[in-house]
């Protein structure tokens, strides 16, 4: 197109950032980007002791003691306790349950408190003071391996003389079967074992074979 310099179109001298990327480089962003924060721990249902009370009790009169010493009598009657929520209390308490704040890292990340950098030491001093200690039991038992019992420095293995045998003469006998046609245990009239079966007899004897196997017939 032509035209007079106010009106005339001309070509720019830089396309866009694919063509001509380092014309744009000032204007990328130069913060840096956040961390990821880690996950904090799922906490199951529970009952609370009396060393959880303590604990809550404990920071009831901690977090009002601190807001009237750093925002005065006025802050507390009018906005409450500013310096921990109810929240992050009740949080503070279900994880030292379970043993999941040590540390100050521990507080943070498990409650995400905006205060942790400045009060989350006397938060940790408070959890070491009024929370259950933890006590480990050990629980000693006895080694049974193939056979062998160990007692103590001692092996005793239980000799073949001990073992129990059974007396055969107790062992109650399995009432077996007589045939009715040969009169010899072990099968009845229409087993093939039996002499006077059909398939043993000719055809004259089948019929009083076969009167003897269904004398009710």
Known sequence: MSGCPRCNIAAPATCCDIHNPSAFSSFKPHLPKPLRASPRSHLPKFTKDKYDYKLEEALLDWREDKTVSVYGWACLSDHGTVIMTSTTLNRIVDCVHHRKIQTLEDLKRETGWMNSDRYGDEVIN???QHAALTTS??????????????????????SSSSQF???????????RSRCSACGQEGHNARNWVCPKHASHVSTGDKENVSQ???PCA
């Open 126 to 128: 408070l959890i070491q």
């Open 212 to 214: 003897l196997a269904h």
């Open 165 to 175: 045998t059974p007396d055969s003469s107790n062992i109650p006998m399995k009432c």
């Open 137 to 158: 039991l050990l629980i000693s038992t006895s080694l049974r391996l193939r056979g062998t019992v160990l007692v103590g420095e001692e092996t005793a293995t239980p």
